[in-house]
């Protein structure tokens, strides 16, 4: 039997806007939050936003959020993520992380999630992590094992929808692996509902596929035990149960926020993306 929910702590709906009408919102949050930190935030270092997308995608779903931070100032990067295994994955972003000087918002989407859980450990100027719709694993998880499917049913992905194809991989036991991609006719459905239908057509086309390695390597010791969270619930999500996503976020002592988003939220709902990273930033100072 599913597990009763409690009430939503918060849930936002967002308008169809341009980005820059979004933008112009959110911009006096951001600008009277500089002002009552005083003289002192002149000295202080808007943190690098760095991005790391998870599968069946790439870093071009997180241009509006780019775009829009960019014009308020802040430094952002959009790492790379092989998506060949977790801990290789990881080491990837982290050596990036240590490049970079000053404070940090790290931004995962979906197995991203897993991804910044494993980067950002050790990394001492990682202020704020930030999932949306992602995963948020615990110690000796992996994106196989993380939700029982039992209790947080609702996700599309399976043999039904996906299909493999073989593949070198040096970051597997064997050096041999197995690439897992949505069939594009499921795509839609699947990871990006309320996209349009052209543009997820184009999604699928282009995306990027997870090796069997990544999907069933088990996460170390997560760094949002000790590094203050943010999570943005995809309510509409096809590829991870909302409620698995809320259990997940619950358990980090994450600061959770609600969209009616597929789980392409950086795409359909850029904004919301926006708002949550602008609430870490603003909680880190």
């Known amino acids: 039997m599913l597990p009763r929910l409690r009430p939503l702590r918060r849930r936002w709906t967002y308008p169809v806007l341009t980005f820059s009408a979004a933008l112009t ?27 790391v997308h998870g599968a069946f995608a790439d870093s071009s779903g997180f241009t509006a959020d780019i775009a ?15 998506l060949r295994g977790l801990s290789s994955d990881a080491d990837c972003v982290r050596s990036l992380l240590r490049t970079i000087s000053g404070p940090i918002v790290l931004v995962g989407h979906s197995y991203g999630g897993a991804v910044i859980t494993n980067a950002a450990r050790g990394v001492d100027n990682v202020k704020a992590l930030v999932y949306v719709g992602a995963f948020v694993p615990d110690k000796g998880e992996s994106l196989a094992t993380v ?25 597997a036991p064997s050096g041999q692996d197995a690439d897992i991609y949505i069939k594009a006719p499921d795509f839609r459905q699947v990871f990006a509902g309320d996209v349009p239908a052209s543009q997820a057509s184009v999604m699928a086309a282009t995306q990027r596929p997870l090796s069997y390695t990544a999907e069933t390597e088990v996460s170390g010791d997560p760094a949002w035990k000790s590094i203050p969270s943010w999570d943005l619930v995809t309510l509409n999500d096809k590829a991870i149960p909302p409620a ?42």
């Open 25 to 51: 919102a959110f911009l006096p949050n951001v600008v009277g939050a500089s002002a009552a930190a005083g003289s002192s935030s002149l000295a202080t270092p808007k943190p690098t936003i760095v991005f």
């Open 147 to 171: 939700l029982d499917p039992r209790q947080y049913p609702g996700s599309l992905l399976g043999p039904d929808t996906t299909m493999t194809r073989p593949v070198p991989n040096p970051a």
């Open 244 to 285: 698995g996503q809320r259990f997940m976020a619950e358990r980090a002592n994450a600061h959770i926020e609600y969209v009616e988003s597929s789980h392409a939220v950086m795409v359909s709902h850029p904004q919301a993306v926006l708002r949550i990273v602008l609430d870490a930033v603003r909680h880190d100072g």
């Open 68 to 82: 829009d931070l960019q014009r308020l100032g802040f430094p952002v990067v959009a790492a790379p993520n092989p």
